[in-house]
DNA sequence: CCGGTGAGTTGGATTTTCAAACCCTCTTGT
DNA sequence: ACAAGAGGGTTTGAAAATCCAACTCACCGG
């Protein structure tokens, strides 16, 4: 018995992108820049730990390399479906960091199909309603887990 | 002319919640876990970087401290108005991980008002359509950098 | 041949993380 | 009264990750 953190997929996904720059190798590659010497000066990251973001990606099935150059062999670092299916992590923390961040000036817009400056909007995909801390419950299905915390083992199963 | 990277929202919300740990912290906040050590507990973060969290989330203005309890001291951390907006990406974070890592059996489910299990979209709130990679488009407002770099100071502003 | 570009790799200094132990202030049990 | 425990940290030192500059290797252009 030796306090494992909560089973939970935002813990899973973190793993595998929430190292320093990793979102932001993301968000280059879905900019449209896959090169390694490019993605190195936007991000910001050392040469060495863009080497292993970026393998760790590819190892996820997150980015993918594709050859564009053979002797010297060169790749540029693409998306998969599943990087892709990132895309609104990355927009609803720039909506986030838009608005209470840079609200007088965003460096990036994004702009919809429709013609206007996106604001993004999370819905449930069955009524189309907002998707918001109001309108959320949680269930926790983790054998041992409440919402709250891991189950007392004996000897008084309540919380505090 | 020394490389800074791409000016950002995403990078500067990352700035606040993308060290180890603090998007874990906001989802036990959100889970209605408000206390140090059932955090540390259900976050597995180590006492010391959770006590470094709280306080630059308190100083970003993300959760803030509410007293329970005098004599001695003590506080609970709840998410501000502007934590509570970080809720649309744990719930993204957390349905990509749902689909491509935990799909035979998600750990925690998130019920909608509408009495449906939550699947998250992301749409425009202007027209209501979905808002993903086939439907966006992006426009750098940051001067000296275009959506893929940086001008370059002369000499041929063009790109590879 | 010389310089430059792209994509890394290597080595060493600096930061962070980690785990366990310690501290202080009450509360509870006996 | 006294010992034990809970809650919320702080301290300490070892382990890991990050940072940065320099170096390599393969090619291209002149």
């Not at 400056?117 to 959320?136: I, N, T, W």
Request: glycine content about 10%; proline content about 7%.
């Amino acid at each position: 018995m030796k306090a494992s953190p909560r089973p939970c997929s935002i813990a899973d996904t973190l793993a595998l992108v929430g190292e320093k720059y990793a979102l932001l190798v993301l968000r280059e590659v879905s900019l449209g820049v896959y090169r390694f010497d490019r993605i190195a000066r936007n991000t910001g990251a050392p040469r060495d730990i863009l080497t292993a973001r970026l393998k760790r990606l590819v190892e996820a099935g997150i980015l993918e390399k594709v050859p564009y150059n053979e002797r010297p062999p060169r790749y540029e670092y693409r998306a998969t479906e599943a990087g892709a299916e990132l895309q609104p992590v990355l927009v609803t923390l720039m909506a986030w960091g838009d608005r209470h961040l840079n609200a007088d000036a965003r460096p990036v817009v994004l702009e919809h199909d429709c013609g206007e400056v996106l604001s993004p909007r999370l819905v449930c995909a069955h009524c189309g309603g907002e998707a918001d801390r109001g309108s959320l419950s949680h269930h926790v299905r983790s054998p041992g887990w409440t919402t709250t915390g891991p189950v007392e083992t004996a000897a008084g199963g309540g919380e505090a």
